[in-house]
């Protein structure tokens, strides 16, 4: 399975401001997703990112607010932008490596929003 | 919209017993399903994954897979204490449903 390096672990930010998260995998993948996990709930899907084209978003979330780079097949970033407190969550970057590994997770960003 | 439900527990066990986990899902053609262990304050980690019906064995881990009710399960034997964690199913997508906590007691 893939090894997923992402940061920051964690951060506290002011409102009004944008926070970029990045998560670097240690092997090619062609997707790469990012979820946000809300205290006590499950995992929310954002975007999924394809290298060389845009990012796919679900509803409810937009490019404006979370745009998303996919610069090559190992890396990508997301930034929350103009965050307000309702932003306070743990973001997830997400890959597969192929057919019965699953979907193998970064450590995840936990974000405060003041 | 595809859906994958679970009852979000607490489902306690005590040591040693058997826990059963349930999920069921809503999009008949689903072919990929998961189930995921996340510990407080982690991120959560692959424990297994089933594609054709049936059950398929980990050591103390089954899964279970019912595509005619749309039913995965999780058998964990001999539960431990260390088990105690909340449950992801997932279905191939990626949708995830909410989470069982699992809580096993001395």
């Known amino acids: 399975s893939a090894v997923i390096s992402q940061k920051p672990s964690r951060d506290i930010c002011q409102r009004g401001t944008s926070l970029t998260i990045q998560c670097q995998v240690d092997s090619q993948v062609t997707m790469m997703f990012w979820y946000r996990q809300q205290p006590g709930q499950s995992l929310t899907l954002i975007a999924t990112?394809?290298?060389?084209?845009?990012?796919?978003?679900e509803s409810g979330f937009v490019i404006d607010k979370f745009p998303i780079s996919r610069p090559n097949l190992t890396f990508s970033t997301l930034t929350v932008s103009n965050m307000s407190p309702e932003d306070s969550s743990i973001y997830l970057c997400s890959v597969m490596v192929g057919v019965g590994y699953g979907y193998t997770f970064g450590s995840g960003t936990r974000l405060t929003v003041v | 919209q595809k859906e994958v439900e679970q009852n979000s527990g607490p489902l306690s066990v005590p040591e040693g017993a058997i826990a059963s986990l349930n999920c069921t899902y809503s999009?008949?053609?689903?072919?990929?399903f998961f189930w995921y262990r996340q510990y407080s304050g982690k991120s959560p980690e692959l424990i297994m994954s089933?594609?054709?019906?049936g059950d398929k064995e980990d050591g103390r881990f089954t899964a279970q897979l019912n595509k005619a009710s749309q039913y995965v399960s999780l058998l964990i034997r001999d539960s431990q204490p260390s088990d105690s964690a909340t449950y992801l199913c997932?279905?191939?997508?990626?949708?995830f449903g909410r989470g069982t906590s699992l809580i096993v007691h001395p």
């Open positions: 089933i594609y054709s019906n």
């Open positions: 999009d008949r053609g689903s072919q990929s």
């Open positions: 997932a279905v191939s997508g990626p949708t």
């Open positions: 990112a394809n290298q060389g084209s845009e990012a796919t978003y």
